[in-house]
């Protein structure tokens, strides 16, 4: 069974980074996309950003296009989204799910497309 563990969240100010990690434990982690998704109170989950299996392919919520970037280091079974010129509007619980998937396959980047998610991790962003 995969399990994902999200650390790296904080309270910083507008304009700050943040580098949030989603730590993956658990058998064929190779075979697996991600995906980092937000939500903040009140409001729905919503994607943030997801890199394939393969690393080769990845995408963006266009609110966070320039600023956030999401890779991996497959050696440390370990994926990051760098969160570059946070705001206020990015505060909420940053989770990270994982999908095992074909190589062929599009990339996911709705919710309910994974099977596997971490606990979250709280952003707070003030002005």
């Known amino acids: 069974q995969v399990q994902l563990v999200e650390s790296g969240g904080g309270l910083v100010q507008a304009g700050d980074s943040l580098r949030l990690s989603c730590k993956a434990s658990?058998?064929?982690?190779?075979?697996?996309?991600v995906g980092w998704f937000r939500q903040a109170p009140g409001k729905e989950r919503e994607f943030v950003a997801a890199?394939?299996?393969?690393?080769?392919?990845?995408g963006y919520a266009d609110s966070v296009k320039g600023r956030f970037a999401i890779s991996r280091d497959s050696t440390r079974n370990t994926w990051f989204l760098q969160m570059n010129s946070l705001h206020p509007d990015d505060t909420a619980v940053y989770y990270c799910?994982?999908?095992?998937?074909?190589?062929?396959?599009?990339?996911?980047?709705?919710?309910?497309?994974?099977?596997?998610w971490g606990q979250g991790t709280q952003v707070t962003v003030f002005s």
């Open positions: 799910a994982a999908k095992s998937q074909i190589l062929t396959a599009p990339l996911p980047m709705a919710d309910h497309e994974y099977n596997v």
């Open positions: 658990g058998p064929s982690l190779s075979r697996y996309s």
């Open positions: 890199i394939s299996r393969s690393g080769g392919n990845t």
